[in-house]
């Protein structure tokens, strides 16, 4: 926190760059969480949309909205109203490489659509055109969404058949042996962190509020 706010305030002293969208965003962020202002919370991160697009730096602009618009507008806007700029951060991360905020921001646009009552059986249609794209990435926290959010229907639906959309991984000890892995052999954490985001997630659902906690 503290190299944020050292971030907004060298913006507001010397002037802003392009990483300043960064740091108002994040601020926003920190404003929400740890201070429950909400309504300021996100006017920094609008403003450091803005500034992101001021600076034309698409190679910050996945993460910019999503930190605005997938962990911050929740507290203070509509679902409805967060779904086409993440719908921009999914498409300028692939664009530019960025593989981990492209990660969140599909993870984002699927759970606020489910959070908005989207009908599971189209959510998952939308799900599977993207299978053959997020397998060539080869990114892991994009698969571990893929498969997170596939768990979730699964369970919302009960409909076993929806996690055979990856042949490669086609069941929940599958899935979890390769982020167990990751975190071992290679040291990558986060997909193992969204699979037990996302097993709360699913807790949460069905009221099962103590499982919820436990993950």
């Given amino acids: 926190a503290f190299f944020i706010c050292r971030m907004v305030q060298l913006s507001v002293i010397r002037g802003n760059s392009s990483e300043s969208a960064t740091g108002f965003a994040f601020y926003g962020y920190i404003c929400c969480v740890f201070l429950n202002d909400y309504k300021n919370g996100y006017n920094y991160s609008r403003l450091g949309i803005a500034l992101n697009y001021e600076f034309d730096d698409k190679a910050l602009r996945a993460k910019v909205i999503v930190l605005a618009d997938g962990c911050i507008a929740p507290w203070f806007d509509k679902y409805a109203n967060t779904i086409s700029n993440l719908r921009i951060a999914f498409e300028v991360g692939l664009e530019s490489n960025d593989f981990v905020w ?55 639906r009960d409909n076993p058949a929806d996690l055979e959309i990856n042949e490669e991984y086609p069941d929940v000890k599958s899935q979890f042996d390769y982020v167990l892995e990751l975190a071992e052999k290679g040291g990558v954490y986060l997909p193992l962190v969204n699979y037990y985001i996302f097993n709360g997630a699913q807790h949460y659902y069905f009221k099962r509020y103590d499982e919820a906690f436990d993950n």
């Fill in 102 to 156: 492209t990660g969140y921001a599909y993870s984002f646009i699927n759970r606020h659509s489910i959070m908005m009552g989207e009908n599971l059986g189209s959510l998952m249609e939308k799900h599977r055109a993207y299978a053959d794209l997020f397998k060539l990435t080869r990114s892991p926290l994009i698969l571990a969404h893929f498969f997170a959010l596939s768990r979730l229907a699964v369970a919302l």
